[in-house]
């Protein structure tokens, strides 16, 4: 058996590695209010989180996905990206030991079809 065919070692039950329905549910929620804020300006913004939260809440990462890297640029100049994560994350009642451990980063579409050949996956390796 190849590694590629490998079936899914985590199961249902492994569920508290991701951090079950009601951690999930605040970051996806929390990150969700991230993109909402972020597109009255940006338009296109596009948001992601993964990280083993239920392992520990603090590792969660938040990616922001812009087309441009003029947009990227002026998200992350603004020094706004992690106040805004954490004062989210805090609406949620996200565990508050885990938020000032946990910030962001943007990436543009245009750096990853330059630089990934379009593949976001090796670019947020």
């Not at 239920?54 to 990616?63: E, T, V």
């Not at 030991?97 to 943007?106: D, L």
């Not at 079809?113 to 976001?120: E, K, L, P, S």
Request: proline content about 6%.
């Amino acid at each position: 058996m190849t590694d590629c065919f490998r079936p899914n070692p985590f199961k249902p039950e492994d569920d508290w590695m991701w951090g079950g329905d009601e951690l999930r549910g605040k970051a996806d929620i929390a990150v969700d209010l991230v993109r909402i804020t972020l597109s009255s300006l940006y338009p296109d913004v596009k948001t992601e989180w993964f990280g083993l939260i239920g392992l520990d809440p603090r590792h969660l990462a938040i990616w922001i996905k812009t087309e441009f890297d003029a947009e990227r640029d002026a998200i992350l100049a603004e020094g706004k990206l992690t106040k805004l994560i954490q004062e989210n994350l805090r609406r949620m009642d996200y565990p508050a030991e885990a938020i000032p451990h946990i910030c962001g980063t943007a990436e543009s579409q245009e750096t990853v079809d330059r630089d990934w050949g379009g593949r976001w996956i090796d670019c947020m390796r």
